[in-house]
């Protein structure tokens, strides 16, 4: 749905471009040191391509990404990372809540993680399992009851969206010039062009209205509105109307509480499975490790 894929890109897109900045735990000279790798981690192309990748879990309630190592320097440090399929993984069957890797060693549980190789975003959009929490789920009856407005509407287009043709013969016409006259019609549907004999006549008839013209737009857009405001707390970005500053400005606030929710969300994710492994690899186990924000200036 095109309008479903504009307002989650807006969402993804207000938080992945937001800075990134890198905060030491302390102004000691291990922590600088620690800290300063971490910056140089943030900085290398694709952490970006990372952030929209997790946020991806905005839709479907959780995102996966792989980390590929490269081990050729005298230090850990990712490669690449790969967004991987949701349907390679599935939740424990205890408490729902917990990624395992589909298997055949375990068709039903799946077998856990392996450990550092994985960023799992688990966003908490609502409260419950994290297989319910994705927008998607939210706007999907928006999105079914949309695609019956839009196939009537073009039913409705098909049949009144053109106007009536009519062919007139004379009484005393014969099998051949009654055929002749069809095809000429039926031409002027397709081709809008037909030749036919003078003594023939085609008139064009103005379709009659079956009930209020506009009413499946009206709906279309009521079911648009809705996706809008359960994806963004608002419509002001969306339906903006001119003169309104009051109104909007307050919807904007909304839709900003939202975007700084999810990038608290995504810091957290970022620093236990992306940050405290790179630590971890490089200089040990540590007792505080910095902190990766996501923030707006």
Same mark, same amino acid.
């Given at each position: 749905?095109?309008?479903?894929?504009?307002? #989650?890109?807006?969402?993804?897109?207000? &938080?992945?471009?937001?800075?990134?900045?890198?905060?030491? /735990?302390?102004?000691?000279?291990?922590?600088?040191?620690?800290?300063?790798?971490?910056?140089? +981690?943030?900085?290398?192309? *694709?952490?970006? $391509?990372?952030?929209?990748?997790?946020?991806?879990?905005?839709?479907?309630? /959780?995102?996966?990404?792989?980390?590929?190592?490269?081990?050729?320097?005298?230090?850990?440090?990712?490669?690449?990372?790969?967004? @991987?399929?949701?349907?390679?993984?599935?939740?424990?069957?205890?408490? @729902?809540?917990?990624?395992? +890797?589909?298997?055949?060693?375990? !068709?039903?549980?799946?077998?856990? !993680?392996?450990?550092?190789?994985?960023?799992?975003?688990?966003?908490?959009?609502?409260?419950?399992?994290?297989?319910?929490?994705?927008?998607?789920?939210?706007?999907?009856?928006?999105?079914?009851?949309?695609?019956?407005?839009?196939?009537?509407?073009?039913?409705?287009?098909?049949?009144? *969206?053109?106007?009536?043709?009519?062919?007139?013969?004379?009484?005393?016409?014969?099998?051949?010039?009654?055929?002749?006259?069809?095809?000429?019609?039926? $031409?002027? *549907? =397709?081709?809008?062009?037909?030749?036919?004999?003078?003594?023939?006549?085609?008139?064009?008839?103005?379709?009659?209205?079956?009930?209020?013209?506009?009413?499946?737009?009206?709906?279309?857009? /009521? #079911?648009?509105?809705?996706?809008?405001?359960?994806? +963004? *707390?608002?419509?002001?970005? =969306?339906?903006?109307?001119?003169?309104?500053?009051? $109104?909007?400005?307050?919807?904007?606030?909304?839709?900003?509480?939202? @975007?700084?929710?999810?990038?608290?969300? !995504?810091?957290?994710?970022? %620093?236990?499975?992306? &940050?405290?492994?790179?630590?971890?690899? %490089?200089?040990?186990?540590?007792? %505080? /490790?910095?902190?990766?924000?996501?923030?707006?200036?």
């Amino acid at each position: 749905d095109l309008h479903y894929a504009c307002e #989650l890109s807006k969402r993804k897109l207000a &938080v992945s471009r937001l800075p990134i900045t890198v905060e030491a /735990y302390s102004d000691a000279a291990k922590d600088i040191e620690i800290a300063d790798s971490v910056r140089d +981690l943030v900085r290398k192309p *694709g952490f970006r $391509n990372l952030a929209k990748d997790l946020l991806d879990a905005l839709g479907k309630g /959780y995102s996966v990404c792989e980390i590929l190592w490269d081990r050729s320097g005298s230090r850990w440090k990712p490669k690449a990372y790969k967004w @991987r399929d949701p349907r390679f993984f599935t939740f424990d069957q205890v408490s @729902r809540s917990e990624i395992r +890797l589909r298997d055949e060693a375990d !068709l039903m549980e799946g077998i856990p !993680l392996e450990p550092f190789c994985f960023i799992c975003h688990l966003p908490r959009i609502k409260s419950g399992i994290p297989i319910r929490g994705g927008i998607a789920r939210l706007s999907a009856w928006a999105w079914m009851c949309k695609g019956y407005t839009i196939k009537d509407w073009l039913a409705f287009a098909e049949v009144f *969206g053109m106007p009536f043709r009519m062919g007139r013969y004379e009484p005393g016409a014969g099998e051949q010039d009654k055929a002749v006259l069809r095809m000429a019609v039926a $031409n002027l *549907g =397709t081709d809008a062009a037909a030749i036919f004999p003078k003594t023939m006549d085609v008139e064009f008839v103005e379709a009659q209205k079956a009930g209020s013209t506009d009413f499946f737009q009206r709906l279309a857009d /009521y #079911l648009d509105a809705q996706v809008s405001r359960g994806i +963004l *707390g608002q419509t002001a970005t =969306t339906q903006g109307t001119p003169g309104k500053l009051g $109104n909007e400005e307050a919807q904007k606030e909304v839709r900003e509480d939202i @975007r700084d929710d999810d990038a608290e969300q !995504l810091e957290d994710t970022i %620093n236990r499975d992306l &940050v405290k492994p790179f630590v971890d690899l %490089n200089f040990g186990p540590q007792e %505080n /490790y910095p902190v990766v924000q996501i923030r707006a200036s």
